[in-house]
């Protein structure tokens, strides 16, 4: 990988997803400018960074054409809280459903599990040894620790007086010595009964910013020690995984969460065009117009209540996504549109587009498929002559039918190697070769049979 990735320059930004994605040049060059940007900002004096708003994008484009894929390789190369939510999904307040507000506690937990997760492997070496120290304390008591080895009077340490040097029997719980040996260990355990408070709303309702009812139940049943039976090697992962949430300071998480959010986190809104108005202003157009205007003070900039205190949304980056086949951005509320001034147009797949989605990318479609054969010890090579076959028949078929984009290469794969990948394990030929002719003999009748094909491809 290139440098820090949080100062990539757009041209290396552009790079890095080209590793992944096929074409769409445009949309990528859009995100790798509004991701520059945010670094350009925090560049800035604190008073000038506050008046830049971010230019949150939409991008338009039939399913399929890799608009997803770009907002989720954008957020892995900002190393940046990144949640994709279906506009859809979302329903105008006063109605049953999601509320808007929901998204932004969804992108904090995120925030929250991904800067845990860095806490932990900061101290993971520490409670690794202090997790073994209590298993060696354990092992003596049980007496099924080795005394022939590592001359246990002058080397074992109890995990009282252990000042952190490891011990020999320590070395040898960590070595895996002992991974087989079964011991009794005192796990901790929540005793919360089964209720159902779950709302027609779900977790929403049991989650409402600082109003928690999982937190408070689960605090008037407080953690409970149930004894256990584990092999060595399940107790270790299991005290390795209480001493090093001993160690975090969940308050510094949280407020290394919210920055993260608030300054470098992104949402990707899906199917932004099915909450688009037509304008004949009755029926569920009214409550799409209620969800947008619910969206709007969030896109705009507003302080959402989380359990973890109030998140302002006024930098978070918005990536909005629709096919718009049967409404247009303009659609939109005005002020709402306003709040994307960038748009980029995504193009449908051409044969050659198939092709390259075939075998270009670092994971590509082809490469997965081999790979997987390998295991059985199948060894599959594609001919080009079998590619250009496979990027043909998807995009016939995206023509005759809906054109679902890229995925038509997954269900034409699918189906091209259906017998191969059931008998993979009983072949006495290990060695397959796919040329254009297999491709025609297993596909072309079913591509010619429109009925056929409506089911199967």
Do not use: C
């Not at 003070?297 to 718009?324: C, Q, R, W």
């Amino acid at each position: 990988m290139v440098e820090s990735k949080k100062t990539l320059t757009p041209r290396e930004i552009v790079d890095e997803l080209n590793r992944y994605i096929i074409g769409q040049d445009d949309a990528k060059k859009a995100v790798a400018v509004a991701l520059r940007n945010r670094w350009r900002r925090q560049q800035l004096p604190q008073e000038m960074q506050d008046d830049i708003i971010p230019k949150n994008i939409i991008m338009m484009g039939p399913t399929g054409v890799g608009k997803t894929e770009i907002a989720r390789r954008l957020a892995k190369l900002a190393q940046s809280p990144f949640y994709k939510v279906e506009a859809s999904k979302f329903t105008e307040v006063g109605y049953v459903g999601r509320d808007v507000e929901s998204m932004i506690r969804d992108l904090m937990e995120i925030a929250i599990g991904m800067v845990k997760q860095e806490e932990r492997a900061k101290v993971e070496l520490k409670a690794k040894k202090m997790a073994a120290s209590k298993i060696v304390d354990i092992l003596k008591k049980e007496g099924k620790l080795d005394s022939t080895s590592n001359n246990l009077d002058s080397f074992y340490v109890s995990p009282e007086n252990n000042n952190g040097n490891t011990t020999g029997a320590e070395e040898d719980v960590l070595d895996g010595k002992y991974d087989d040996v079964w011991i009794s260990l005192n796990v901790e355990i929540q005793a919360i009964p089964m209720m159902n408070i779950m709302g027609p709303q779900g977790n929403d309702m049991m989650d409402h910013g600082d109003f928690n009812i999982m937190d408070i139940v689960g605090n008037m049943f407080p953690k409970q020690k149930k004894q256990k039976k584990l092999r060595v090697k399940d107790a270790i992962r299991i005290l390795t995984t209480e001493e090093s949430g001993k160690m975090i300071d969940m308050e510094s998480v949280q407020r290394e969460a919210r920055k993260r959010v608030e300054q470098n986190g992104i949402i990707f809104l899906d199917e932004i065009d099915k909450i688009a108005s037509s304008g004949k202003g009755h029926g569920p157009d009214v409550s799409r117009e209620g969800v947008q205007r619910d969206i709007l003070p969030i896109v705009e900039g507003s302080s959402v209540n989380t359990k973890y205190g109030m998140v302002k949304t006024d930098h978070i980056l918005f990536i909005a996504a629709g096919a718009f086949h049967m409404t247009k951005p303009s659609d939109l509320i005005p002020e709402l549109q306003g709040r994307f001034p960038i748009r980029v147009e995504l193009q449908s797949l051409t044969t050659d587009d198939f092709i390259r989605i075939l075998k270009e990318p670092q994971n590509s479609l082809i490469k997965q498929y081999t790979e997987m054969m390998k295991t059985e010890g199948v060894y599959l090579t594609f001919e080009e002559s079998a590619l250009l076959a496979i990027s043909e028949i998807a995009f016939e078929v995206n023509l005759k039918m809906e054109n679902i984009g890229a995925r038509r290469l997954h269900t034409v794969l699918e189906k091209l190697l259906e017998e191969l990948s059931f008998s993979a394990s009983d072949l006495e030929e290990k060695n397959i070769t796919i040329d254009e002719s297999y491709v025609k003999t297993v596909l072309s009748s079913i591509v010619q049979n429109q009925d056929l094909s409506r089911y199967v491809l």
